[in-house]
């Protein structure tokens, strides 16, 4: 599965870090950022290049965007850029380690 990260924050570093790591049927595809300078100074660590996209462009490549959902606004943002997954709590609360999991098996809810 694609994965791409909006925002290179603390959480979107850690995550970027862990798919970076290796998770098993899990790649880093591309992000994007408000200060691209910083981003790709962030993405610099990684072990393989990630390119600092559009927003229009990363719901374009990936399969699934970690972009942490707290608004109406923001939910509606990424439908209109026809993004068929998210995450964040206007969506639903965090979830333990194996409970996320579980859903990766199971694939996504329609």
Not at 40 to 64: G, H, I, M, Y
Not at 68 to 77: D, F, N, Y
Request: aromatic residues 0%; proline residues 5%; charged residues 25%.
């Amino acid at each position: 599965m694609k994965v791409g990260i909006a925002g290179l924050g603390t959480i979107g570093k850690v995550v970027a870090a862990k798919l970076d790591a290796g998770i098993e049927g899990l790649e880093l595809t591309a992000v994007t950022s408000r200060d691209r300078a910083k981003a790709e100074q962030n993405l610099a660590a990684l072990s393989k290049p990630v390119p600092v996209v559009s927003a229009e462009e990363l719901a374009a490549r990936c399969d699934v965007i970690a972009e942490g959902i707290e608004t109406k606004t923001q939910l509606e943002r990424l439908r209109q850029l026809k993004c068929p997954q998210g995450q964040g709590t206007l969506l639903g609360q965090p979830l333990s380690a194996d409970a996320a999991g579980g859903l990766l098996v199971k694939g996504p809810r329609r």
